[in-house]
């Protein structure tokens, strides 16, 4: 593991096929796994602060290029009832980890039950990966699915993901269509078009009607 800007970073070892999104799967797992590994190890509470907030980060960024590009392709191709309850579980393990982010990221790590919860989210994430390496992932290899093209977009996803976690929340890109409101110096709002509204402006239209 190495440090990058203060934060832990999991060391990546080169795949010989960075488009297949088996491997990628799997990379992802490894580097989850290796940081649970470091918070046992660690009695530093400054690195553990560290790992977590990488952890919680990496997660995030995984589980939702999974749900937005992985998990729907591959549920396309499935057609018996198990896999399909096999998909459904891996959501609902999914909604679990992320009740526990949302929870430890609104925590200081000082507080009583922080690592006992972190420890909770390694334990359901290291299950969730086995189940996924040894069941779906295989089933995955045998559906006849374009691997690269699907491998391609789930790291353009997932590199989109990252970036804007990793960017001020001021600078994060709106949903697509819509644009925040710019302030003006005068306290007004100006919207996209350019049209400005007031408070006495509005209330003009108001008493006009």
Known sequence: MKRNGGMFEAEEEPSSD????????RDDHAKLKHLFEEFERTDDSSAKRRIVETALAELSAHAEMEEEVFYPAVRKQMDEEEDLELMDEALEEHHVAK??????ESMRPSEKRYEAKFKVLSEAVKHHIQEEESEMLPKVEELGLDLESLGQRMMRRKSELQENASSPRSARRA?????????????RSSSPSGRRTSSSQAKSRKKAA
């Open 99 to 104: 009740m526990l982010i949302g929870e430890l």
């Open 18 to 25: 960075m488009a297949n999104p088996i491997q990628l799967l």
């Open 175 to 187: 949903p697509a269509g819509k644009s925040p409101a710019r302030a003006t110096s005068s306290g």
